[in-house]
């Protein structure tokens, strides 16, 4: 018997069937069997049966990055993640982040700090898994294996925050969220990232891509309102909402074609002009492939 408890987010005891069967465990091909993932009658977020999700202890350990067959040294996470950097760069344009205090809940190797340290004073680096710190530190960062740690020093200081692709592995999305509230100067920013629910390939391959995108290392999975409603319930006001596309069109052909990602590989015939427009078609249709939202920590009267 699968058992879910109240919703870790909005406390209700309801839920609905979302998707029973195979999801991914580790890298494309490898499969965990019979999982079961339900939607949550309060708040609307689909979660997967516990029993199925991968313990919170193995982020602090290598198990996490071998599971999804990612290099363990810092030089292999920077080769494979400065290229993703853009596309958080390209939400936070609107951001003041000239001279200020930056916090990277989540920051794995330090691929996002290192892409903004240039232009802000001081970055706080938050990452359960010990792999990276030695490395953290010699950039000079603060760095900290949790957010509870990291409040001591930084409680009410930090202007800009980040947490890209996290908030979908913890175990309570809303006290994560409300946690990295507590480190937030007021009228301080957070962008947030996490899968989108709404990714038009769910549509379009529903024999097939389900088993990809729902996966044992996420507890979570939100559409834009359903994270909207949690980042409020952690007290965030929502400044505004950004579907974001990082595959182009031969990326939906090729898994259309093959029922296998095909990474940001291109197709003849397609060119750049055809896969930024898909990008943006997606993106102005909200049926991108994640969600970026940016929160406004509110000024306390
Ligand atoms: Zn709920």
């Known amino acids: 018997m699968i058992q879910f408890d109240p919703c870790e987010i909005c406390g209700a005891d309801q839920w609905a ?5 195979s999801i991914r465990d580790g890298a494309f091909g ?19 049966a516990e029993d199925f999700c991968l313990p919170e202890s193995a982020y602090s350990t290598a198990e996490y990055r071998q599971k999804l067959k990612q290099g363990l040294d810092s030089q292999d996470y920077l080769k494979t993640h400065d290229p993703l950097q853009l596309h958080t760069l390209r939400v936070a344009q609107s951001l003041s982040l000239r001279d200020s205090i930056v916090a990277d809940a989540g920051c794995a190797g330090g691929s996002l700090l290192d892409h903004v340290r240039g232009i802000t004073t001081e970055q706080v680096a938050i990452e359960p898994c010990d792999i990276y710190h030695e490395r953290l530190a010699a950039q000079g960062y603060h760095v900290f294996p949790d957010l509870i740690q990291a409040t001591g020093k930084w409680a009410g200081r930090v202007e800009v ?13 809303r006290s994560f969220l409300e946690a990295i509230r507590t480190l937030m100067a007021p009228g301080g920013r957070m ?8 990714d038009l390939l769910l549509d379009l391959l529903p024999d097939d891509y389900p088993q990809f995108f729902y996966r044992v290392v996420h507890r979570w999975y939100f559409d834009a309102d359903s994270l909207a409603d949690c980042a409020r319930r952690a007290g965030w006001e929502v400044e505004a909402v950004k579907p974001v596309q990082r595959y182009g069109l031969s990326n939906t052909l090729r ?9 940001a590989e291109g197709l003849p015939g397609i060119n750049a002009g055809a896969d930024d427009w898909w990008k943006s078609h997606l993106e102005t249709e909200g049926r991108a492939e994640c969600l970026y939202l940016i929160l406004k920590n509110p000024r306390q009267e």
Do not use: M, T
Request: glycine share 12%.
């Open 30 to 48: 490898s499969l965990a069997e019979k999982a079961e993932v339900r939607q949550c009658g309060g708040c609307g977020v689909e979660r997967l």
């Open 161 to 173: 925050a980040f947490s890209i692709h996290v908030v979908e592995h913890v175990p309570n999305p």
């Open 255 to 263: 898994w259309l074609r093959d029922k296998a990602p095909g990474g």
């Open 191 to 198: 962008v947030l990232a996490s899968p989108n629910r709404r």
């Open 17 to 21: 069937s979302a998707y029973h069967g």
